[in-house]
């Protein structure tokens, strides 16, 4: 999918701020001394300004608002998830602490608190592209395509070079068999950041889909070209080759995606695969144990060493690799298993 790579959010951190509350002079300056840090990009001075600002004004809500983003930037969560409450407790109408509030949940894989907040933040008026994309990443980890699709959708709207958000918008298309939508989409990522290595092997998996394997080849090689060690655009590469029947291609790419990541249980499945092609059915044996060894819930190693071991007249174990296929959840070994009654 997508990566789930979550980008920090700077159009958003630092807005015009305006003065609700009733302060004095003296804290205003101070509030003022801090913007300039933030300005600066100097966020540890910014924050040590902002807690003298709320120690002098406890019910100064914009300079819990403002320190709790600082807070977020610098991943101290739990310290900006208060600043964002207590922003809420004192004005209520503050959409941007519902916003950072959602991300937090989100960050912390509990979409539908997030969406929830997320929803909040927009009926407050706050409507960022950012809220549309975390709010469709939060449906899209619920499962919820169509939704997650039609809040990409207004992500980008509001911000028509949105790279992340067309690749996840494709992801969801993907799983909603719109393969030839998300082919569009990838594209679009692409073209928006040609550095988006993950976008790339996106667009490979999309045109695997609709058996364009060349151009598969091609956008796989291109994620390669911008990040030379993602090992899974090797995989990948090395799946269509030896759907082409390039096998020695496919052992190539499979052995740099394992060298690169020697835990991958997929690598090791996949190259086993590729020794069985080839009839080599005791290397392909040997692929298909380092997978179960890296993974041990890997049904389809199961169901290939088994598929290995017949060919080598070796049923009976071949038949408990079936039947262990099985009870891993792949149904597809069923058909095997008939031959074993």
């Given at each position: 999918?997508?990566?789930?790579?979550?980008?920090?959010?700077?159009?958003v951190?630092?807005?015009?701020?305006?003065?609700?509350?009733?302060i004095?002079?003296?804290?205003?300056?101070?509030?003022?001394?801090?913007?300039?840090?933030?300005?600066?990009?100097d966020?540890?001075?910014?924050?040590?300004?902002?807690?003298?600002v709320?120690?002098?004004?406890?019910?100064?809500?914009?300079?819990?608002?403002?320190?709790?983003?600082?807070?977020?930037m610098?991943?101290?969560?739990?310290?900006?998830?208060?600043?964002?409450?207590?922003?809420?407790?004192?004005?209520?109408?503050?959409?941007?602490?519902?916003?950072?509030l959602?991300?937090?949940?989100?960050?912390h894989?509990?979409?539908?608190?997030?969406?929830?907040?997320?929803?909040?933040?927009?009926?407050?008026?706050?409507?960022?592209?950012?809220?549309?994309?975390?709010?469709?990443l939060?449906?899209?980890d619920?499962?919820?395509?169509?939704?997650?699709?039609?809040?990409?959708?207004n992500?980008?709207?509001?911000?028509?070079?949105f790279?992340?958000a067309?690749?996840?918008?494709?992801?969801?298309?993907?799983?909603?068999?719109?393969?030839?939508?998300?082919?569009?989409?990838?594209?679009?990522?692409?073209?928006?950041?040609?550095?988006?290595?993950?976008?790339?092997?996106?667009l490979?998996?999309?045109?695997?889909?609709?058996?364009?394997?060349?151009?598969?080849?091609?956008?796989?090689?291109?994620?390669i070209?911008?990040?030379?060690?993602?090992?899974?655009?090797?995989?990948?590469?090395?799946?269509?080759?030896?759907?082409r029947?390039?096998?020695?291609?496919?052992?190539?790419?499979?052995?740099k995606?394992i060298?690169?990541h020697?835990?991958?249980?997929?690598?090791?499945?996949?190259?086993?695969?590729?020794y069985?092609?080839?009839?080599?059915?005791?290397k392909?044996i040997q692929?298909?144990?380092?997978?179960?060894?890296e993974n041990?819930?890997?049904?389809?190693?199961?169901?290939?060493?088994?598929?290995?071991?017949?060919?080598?007249?070796?049923?009976?174990?071949?038949?408990?690799?079936?039947?262990?296929?099985?009870?891993?959840?792949?149904?597809?070994?069923?058909?095997?298993?008939?031959?074993?009654?």
């Amino acid at each position: 999918m997508k990566n789930l790579i979550i980008f920090l959010i700077t159009s958003v951190l630092f807005v015009h701020l305006s003065y609700a509350q009733s302060i004095n002079n003296e804290t205003k300056a101070q509030f003022n001394r801090a913007v300039d840090f933030i300005n600066r990009n100097d966020t540890g001075k910014a924050i040590l300004v902002l807690d003298s600002v709320i120690q002098n004004a406890p019910h100064f809500g914009k300079a819990y608002l403002e320190r709790g983003k600082l807070l977020f930037m610098v991943d101290s969560i739990e310290k900006a998830r208060q600043d964002f409450t207590r922003a809420l407790f004192i004005n209520d109408e503050m959409g941007a602490a519902n916003f950072y509030l959602g991300y937090i949940n989100y960050k912390h894989n509990r979409p539908d608190s997030a969406i929830r907040e997320l929803t909040i933040a927009l009926e407050k008026k706050y409507r960022n592209p950012e809220v549309y994309y975390i709010r469709g990443l939060a449906n899209y980890d619920l499962g919820v395509y169509n939704n997650a699709i039609s809040n990409f959708n207004n992500a980008i709207d509001s911000d028509y070079d949105f790279a992340y958000a067309y690749n996840d918008r494709g992801s969801a298309k993907m799983h909603i068999g719109d393969f030839q939508g998300a082919i569009q989409d990838f594209k679009q990522a692409v073209s928006y950041n040609t550095q988006l290595a993950l976008a790339y092997n996106n667009l490979g998996n999309a045109q695997i889909q609709a058996s364009d394997y060349t151009n598969a080849i091609e956008s796989f090689s291109g994620a390669i070209d911008m990040d030379p060690n993602y090992y899974k655009a090797y995989i990948n590469r090395g799946r269509v080759k030896a759907i082409r029947e390039n096998y020695e291609g496919a052992i190539s790419d499979l052995k740099k995606a394992i060298k690169i990541h020697p835990g991958d249980a997929k690598a090791y499945n996949n190259l086993g695969i590729v020794y069985l092609k080839k009839t080599e059915f005791q290397k392909a044996i040997q692929q298909f144990n380092k997978a179960i060894e890296e993974n041990d819930s890997l049904g389809e190693a199961y169901l290939n060493r088994g598929m290995a071991r017949e060919n080598l007249g070796d049923f009976d174990q071949a038949c408990t690799d079936w039947q262990m296929a099985r009870e891993l959840g792949l149904e597809k070994a069923d058909k095997y298993l008939e031959d074993c009654k």
